[in-house]
């Protein structure tokens, strides 16, 4: 369950990086693709039309006319991608429940990280802030997906 805890707090930072990061995981073959339309992330052109939107969302992130993550429809997107991701992650018997709790982690951590990147672009700026952001979101979307891509003592814990 904690790496569908892990998944949420990623998409309630980036709504659409859980996606990447079960695509990339699903075509390492690290997730099986269980669940409904997860196959075709395994495809070259779902993968990467993923990594293309995560990044779009990074790069529009550094926008002045961005929108708050905590925006209704922000929200939703980090539901319905946490609760996904979050069940793609999980054993057979786990999934509902997982999804609700990647879901759930997604809605609190929105408003959290919304906060402290407030906080942190008064001091450092849009742009700084939101770079440290995704080097943060990306790897522990990547690294939560795709546990084996760490040394094995590591992984013990996840």
């Not at 805890?5 to 997730?31: C, E, F, H, M, W």
């Not at 995560?54 to 926008?63: F, Q, R, S």
């Not at 991701?85 to 997982?98: H, M, N, T, Y």
Request: with cysteine; aromatic share 4%.
């Amino acid at each position: 369950m904690i790496r569908s805890l892990l998944i949420g707090l990623v998409a309630g930072q980036r709504g659409i990086a859980p996606l990447a990061a079960i695509a990339v995981a699903t075509r390492r073959g690290s997730v099986p693709p269980v669940l409904p339309l997860q196959g075709l992330l395994k495809r070259p052109f779902f993968a990467s039309a993923a990594a293309a939107l995560t990044a779009a969302e990074m790069a529009g992130d550094k926008m002045k006319s961005a929108p708050d993550r905590i925006e209704p429809a922000g929200l939703a997107v980090r539901t319905v991608t946490a609760a996904y991701a979050g069940a793609a992650l999980a054993p057979r018997g786990e999934r509902v429940s997982a999804a609700m709790a990647a879901a759930g982690t997604a809605l609190i951590s929105s408003y959290i990280g919304w906060r402290l990147r407030c906080a942190a672009m008064r001091r450092y700026g849009q742009t700084k802030t939101g770079l440290v952001e995704d080097a943060i979101v990306l790897g522990t979307g990547i690294v939560t997906a795709n546990p084996d891509l760490l040394p094995s003592r590591f992984t013990a814990r996840i």
